[in-house]
């Protein structure tokens, strides 16, 4: 019987983070972070149906904030799709397809950053990685989060 280590605690401010265990590596992975849950909990969703497409196990753990500090909430259990209009965006969350493009490559270079080792970003450093988000295609983004995470190296 396989034994798995409870998922450490994200690094960095409070935010919403999907972690996944990788068992060949007996480790855990950050799969998806945004500071909203939403993004989060889809790409948990289309990660966790990838993975059981081939027909691996998962393990996920979802990281959030909870008053000011880090939070581990039960991961979403899959659910059988049932057809719902789509619902309102709470307030801060985007609301178009652009905005949620923009949401998306902000969340792939950030990633990209976390798996370089870059968790405590100042002030600056997210202005900068705003403007690349602004300016950069999706292709470019995930080009360059390839190139953290390279950069990053196995951990």
Do not use: C, I
């Not at 923009?102 to 405590?120: C, E, F, I, K, P």
């Amino acid at each position: 019987m396989e034994s798995r280590p409870e998922s450490p605690q994200p690094q960095g401010a409070p935010r919403w983070v999907a972690m996944f265990y990788r068992p060949a590596a007996g480790s855990w992975r950050t799969a998806a972070q945004s500071p909203h849950r939403s993004p989060v909990l889809y790409a948990l969703g289309e990660m966790t149906r990838a993975v059981r497409a081939r027909g691996d196990e998962v393990t996920v753990a979802l990281w959030g904030p909870k008053d000011g500090a880090w939070h581990r909430y039960d991961a979403p259990q899959p659910q059988p799709p049932v057809h719902r209009p789509d619902p309102e965006p709470s307030p801060g969350e985007p609301a178009t397809l652009a905005e949620r493009m923009t949401g998306r490559r902000h969340q792939v270079l950030m990633a990209g950053l976390t798996n370089a080792g870059l968790y405590d970003l100042s002030p600056e450093d997210d202005t900068t990685v705003q403007t690349l988000v602004e300016r950069l295609d999706e292709a470019a983004v995930r080009r360059v989060a390839h190139w953290l995470t390279t950069a990053g190296g196995p951990r």
